[in-house]
């Protein structure tokens, strides 16, 4: 054991310091290192210092944990052990310290109940990160729509798993195993809607929580210009604060490896603190590409819940509800005749509505069966139709002349296989099916066997001429 003669907690971290300094990057150490303050030394050959957050620690425990044992041992000799404090504050506790030794292998669990809670001694004169209207240092704007409601949400079979759990949701934030919730789903199916309605439900109910919608490209922004800027760890602050975090179209960080570093560290902070993350994607966690697998399996924590194309019973809901918020009147037959017509999502059924509404207008006729086909086939011409993977398997069937039966069977034949494989290509290329679907369509195989054909087809395109020309004349029947 080394002589602690004249040596303090201040002095040996300020020794590891110097050491630090002189092997990383002057930003990292200013980020990382100078928030640090030293609290103890112990003849137990440890060091005990006080960081910010959970956050901070997780993050040199998993960045500079290396770096820190070295510059330890090199103080405190081979049996160095460092410990950590975060300052925590409890309504009935006060504060108290949370304490870890490194190295990171030898961590126990550490209970919920432990975790800190808001960072506490932080800047009051803290800049929010955020360039957005109508967000101040203080107060923090929802950025919710106040038209997206429950109410108007109309529930169907296509969407009443998503519903219900979004109502569970906002009448106990962070309270139920609905946490992170993830709704996915093609296009236009009403995933931002329910996701704000959520926020909007838990504003009304819980006026003192914090909500905030953003969607994922504008958070990926704020991130880069918060790097730009040094104000990362402001960046990171202020996401601590919210009790609600809802981040539309999640898949956006999708090859941004920074900015899904820092989200994933900012879900960790919030869920271990009871607060509730939302999330929405137009694909399944399973299907999310270049997307970290730490990141996937957090998703996958809570509920995933998928919005499905609205069958013709909740498109008339639908249409009628158009039509009464409009205020504007309309023949059941007509309105039966648009939403058998206008299939695809909502958002295309509620254009034909208000094109019929104002060819009405503008022609100043009467809505008939005959005008509402007229509008209807126009638009719908000028709305590239849903290629459903029925059709695909016609197509590529008719092109190998082979029988689609047998493009569905187990057989492994080659030219078949590749036949099959195409058809699960181009299904997962111009249809909004879930991977799985895809497979159950095709010959009842799982999703793993349809990924693996994606990327042999992918590879095929890329280094046989031949294949490569099959597959520009099949595409080429889907674009005609």
């Not at 240092?137 to 038209?147: T, Y």
């Not at 590879?459 to 597959?471: S, V």
Request: charged letters at 25%.
């Amino acid at each position: 054991m080394r002589e602690y003669t004249n040596m303090t907690a201040e002095s040996v971290w300020n020794n590891c310091l110097e050491f630090i300094k002189d092997n990383i990057q002057d930003q990292a150490y200013k980020t990382w290192f100078t928030p640090i303050k030293p609290i103890e030394l112990t003849k137990e050959n440890s060091l005990c210092i006080q960081v910010p957050s959970k956050f901070f620690y997780e993050w040199l425990e998993e960045h500079y944990v290396k770096i820190l044992k070295v510059a330890l041992t090199k103080q405190l000799g081979p049996e160095a052990k460092l410990l950590y404090k975060i300052q925590m504050e409890s309504a009935n506790t006060g504060k108290q310290p949370f304490t870890e030794q490194l190295p990171s292998a030898q961590r126990s669990p550490v209970k919920p109940q432990e975790l800190d809670v808001p960072i506490q001694n932080k800047n009051p004169e803290l800049k929010n990160p955020f360039i957005i209207p109508g967000i101040r240092n203080v107060k923090i704007e929802s950025q919710l729509n106040a038209n997206y409601s429950f109410d108007n949400f109309l529930e169907g079979d296509s969407n009443r798993l998503a519903r219900s759990a979004g109502l569970a949701v906002a009448n106990k934030p962070g309270g139920t195993s609905f946490n992170p919730l993830l709704v996915f789903g093609g296009v236009g199916l009403g995933k931002t809607h329910l996701a704000q309605a959520i926020g909007v439900e838990i504003k009304d109910l819980y006026p003192e929580k914090t909500v905030l919608y953003i969607s994922a490209e504008v958070f990926t922004q704020q991130y880069v210009d918060s790097v730009k800027k040094n104000t990362r760890n402001d960046f990171i602050y202020f996401y601590q604060l919210i009790d609600v975090l809802i981040v539309d179209d999640i898949q956006f960080l999708s090859g941004k490896t920074g900015t899904q570093e820092v989200f994933f560290h900012i879900f960790n902070h919030l869920h271990q603190n009871g607060k509730q993350v939302i999330i929405t994607s137009d694909k399944a966690p399973v299907e999310m590409q270049d997307i970290e697998q730490r990141l996937l399996s957090r998703f996958k924590w809570g509920l995933s819940a998928e919005i499905h194309h609205p069958d013709f019973e909740t498109r008339v809901k639908i249409v009628e509800g158009i039509l009464f918020r409009d205020g504007v009147e309309m023949p059941k037959e007509i309105i039966e005749y648009v939403a058998q017509n206008v299939s695809t999502n909502i958002r295309e059924l509620e254009g034909a509505i208000i094109s019929l509404i104002a060819q009405s207008s503008f022609i100043k006729r009467e809505v008939t069966l005959d005008l509402a086909r007229s509008v209807v086939e126009k638009f719908v011409k000028n709305v590239k139709r849903e290629i459903s993977i029925d059709y695909i398997q016609t197509v590529v069937s008719d092109y190998f002349d082979i029988d689609p039966i047998t493009l569905r069977s187990k057989t492994r034949k080659r030219n078949i296989a590749q036949a099959r494989q195409l058809a699960m290509y181009f299904a997962k290329k111009y249809t909004k099916a879930s991977l799985a679907s895809i497979g159950s369509q095709i010959g009842g195989r799982d999703h793993a066997t349809v990924l693996h054909a994606c990327r042999t087809i992918d590879n095929l395109i890329e280094t046989d001429k031949e294949f490569r020309r099959h597959h520009d004349d099949i595409n080429l029947k889907f674009n005609m």
